[in-house]
Each structure stands twice: as C-alpha cells, then as structure tokens.
C-alpha cells in the first residue's frame, strides 16, 4: 500500500498543490487546514509522514509538533516555513520533527526529503522487530556479527554457510527458494546448481541441528524452498 501523508497548511492553494503532486508522485494525500483538524484526522488514521507548515493561525507547526510527541505519536514530520533562520530551524527539530524545508522550494526536493525520511523509518522498523540473538537449543547465533556459539565457544561457519545465515535471518519464517539463494550467493553457475545448495544446507544443518536428518530450525518446504526457524 502507498504511503498516506497528512499536508496541514492553512493556505488552500498551497494544500491543493502540493496534494496534486504527490498524488500524482504515487502517494495518498488528505489534508487539513489546521492543527484542530489535523488532530482529528490523527486521531482516526495512522499517516506514514505529516508535512507541516510552521506559520499558521491559532497554534503554529513547532508548537503542534512538540503536542504531538508528548502525545507519544511519532508519526514522522517535515516542517515547512518561510523561516529560514537557523534559531528557527533548531527550535522545529528539538521539537520533534524530523526535517526541516524552507519555503520557496523545488518539489523535487520536497520529494526527495519525503523519500528519505520513509526510508529512514522502514529501516527503524526493521531494526527493531530484528532479534539481535537467534537461540537454536543450546546454541545462540549473534545476528549483527554473524557468528555461531555454544556457550563461550564459537563455532567456525564458512563463507558460504555465513552468507546462507544472512540470507535465512532477513527472512525468518518465510520460505526462500534455491533459485533465490543461488542469486543472493552470487556464486558461479556450476556450483550454484540446486544439488550444491542442497549441499551446503546439509552441512549448516550439521551445525545449528541437534538430529540433522530431522530439522527443528533450517526446515524444507516442500515446493517452497528452505526456511529458517528459532526458539
């Protein structure tokens, strides 16, 4: 699904044409005129990003930014203002926001920042639902450093029984085919063939399994591939 952003500007025309190119730049758009409406909206959606003008009637985009952290929502937010002034910029990121645009801008830019700021935040999300230890029985697998121990004794993986690690921890619970591991291990055609990689996953079985022949953690699916489990 795209992402939803949530454009709150008091001045219409700007609304309107900045919803029209995002909408057009493959985005969802709603809007509001104000912090009061954009509250209420908030309160019913849950946006991926909140492009906020800063000079507004009635509370401004700084003062509606610190509300919104000490309301615990941390939806990302670009400010938008006519400001340019450091002092004025410093005081919209400690408030909260996550980046700051001085008007006049390029919609291009406006877009690249959006870009950047989403990809910040699916990056977060991935390293926050990414366990940092992986436990197979007895054994614990370092995810960051990539490397297998039992107790305080490592146990020794390949290059390739590392990189088969890599792959299964950024898919855990999902089955990976062998055409998928043949192209993420990037070896040659003649040993990248479906025999050699059911090869190298007897072998890591070997190490992470305590009965081998019948896996607990490196499983087969039928017709599916491989596919990495943990206690």
């Keep these: 699904m795209n992402p939803h952003l949530l454009i709150v500007d008091d001045d219409e025309r700007i609304r309107s044409l900045l919803q029209q190119f995002l909408i057009q730049s493959d985005y969802l758009v709603s809007t509001a005129e104000n912090a009061k409406q954009a509250i209420t909206l908030l309160s019913a959606i849950e946006f991926d990003l909140i492009i906020l003008d ?24 670009l400010l938008l203002t006519a400001r340019g002034e450091i ?29 950047a700021i989403l990809r910040r935040m699916v990056d977060l999300k991935e390293e926050q639902i990414m ?22 004794d490592q ?9 088969l690690m890599k792959i299964f921890t950024s898919a855990l619970g999902e089955p990976i085919s062998r055409a998928n591991l043949v192209t993420s291990l990037g070896k040659a055609v003649s040993l990248a063939q479906d025999r050699a990689i059911d090869v190298q996953i007897t072998r890591l079985r070997r190490k992470i399994e305590v009965n081998p022949s019948k896996p607990r953690y490196l499983q087969t699916v039928r ?8 206690d």
């Design 223 to 230: 017709g599916a591939g491989y596919m990495l489990l943990f």
């Design 155 to 163: 146990i020794r993986l390949t290059t390739t029984e590392s990189q």
């Design 131 to 152: 366990p940092k230890t992986l436990n197979f029985g007895n054994l614990k697998y370092d995810v960051a450093r990539n490397e297998l121990w039992e107790g305080k």
């Design 54 to 77: 800063v000079m507004m009637p009635g509370q401004d985009g700084i003062s509606f930014t610190a509300k919104l952290r000490n309301l615990k929502n941390n939806t990302p937010i």
């Design 87 to 115: 002092e004025d910029r410093i005081k919209g990121l400690e408030a909260g926001a996550d980046d700051y645009l001085p008007k006049p801008f390029e919609p291009k830019e406006l877009l690249l920042r959006i870009n």
